[in-house]
């Protein structure tokens, strides 16, 4: 039998990448022949998490279906943002914290979703039912997903189930948990290396809305400015990318983690469903979102109400 790989969404983040590595030991415990693989590289944020605890990056795969028959998921549900071949292997388990949408399998399955801040939180809670320890490493995978997912507890997704965690495995990895978690999350504010297209997939999703495909991209900086001194930059290559992919809507959520707003620019049409989810006015393309963070909980719900599911 091959063997059952296990993969965060398209675009991996920490929680993607690390939660996939966390539960590929969990499954191993279990006696699963499982390995952790990605759909994408590390972002910088993460390969800092992976350099401190001394993990490879899980391989980088673009189908599934060529190598196994059998595979996990976490973070994620929605086929968009999945595997290309989703269809043509056997889903097994899916261990999330998003919304379920677009997401059908032919067989039964294992499926863990809770409305958590972060899905290593559950894979976490997992460990403790099945009395499996946590091993160093693992630990500081975890940890690294809480704090990116929740912007150190800043986010309004951010349960106390995530702090209660956050903190355990923190003592498990070793870690000051304030410290290295302002650590972590400024190494992946470094985007002037990046091109515009780079920085705009550096944690992009797309999300089917009525009958529109909405992109929508966020990246994470201490200096909105920064950012935006590259708009024209930024618009042309998100021009760019709808043509390519056929999006009608293309959103790109600058969030400052130090001051916990974000700054909104959006390319495409229509225009008039994002005015209204955020009660906002668009200049030159662009509006100010005071206490905006979690595109999960803060920004696709509200345009998902507007556009109609």
Known sequence: MSKI?????????????????????????????????????????????LDTFKLSAPRVIE?????????????????????????????LAVVDH??????????????????????????????????????????????????????????PTCTEEDKAAAKELAAIAGVDLEVYGLAMLKAGTNLSTKTASELLDLDAKSFPMGDKNVRIAQVNTVDLKEVFDRQAEL???????????????FLLVATDILDSNSELLVVGTPIAPVKAAFNVTLKDHRAFLPGVVSRKKQIVPQLTAQFGI
């Open 63 to 91: 189908t599934a279906a060529n190598e196994t028959d059998e595979v996990m998921l976490v973070d994620h549900n929605e086929s968009q943002q999945s595997v290309a071949d989703l269809k043509d292997v056997t889903v």
């Open 235 to 249: 618009e042309s290559a998100m021009e760019a990318m709808m043509q390519a992919n056929n999006y009608d809507l």
């Open 5 to 49: 790989l296990v993969f965060g969404h398209q675009n991996p983040d920490t929680d993607a990448i690390g939660a996939a590595i966390a539960f590929a030991a969990l499954q191993k415990e279990l006696g699963k022949d499982v390995e952790a693989v990605a759909l994408g590289t590390p972002n910088e944020e993460t390969q800092f998490a």
């Open 98 to 155: 998003h919304r379920i949408a677009n997401f059908e399998t032919a067989n039964p399955l294992y499926y863990r979703a809770e409305p958590v801040g972060c899905t290593s939180t559950i894979i976490f809670k997992l460990y403790k039912e099945h009395h499996i320890e946590v091993a160093k490493p693992i630990a500081g995978m975890m940890l690294s997903a809480i704090i990116s997912d929740t912007l150190l507890f800043k986010s």
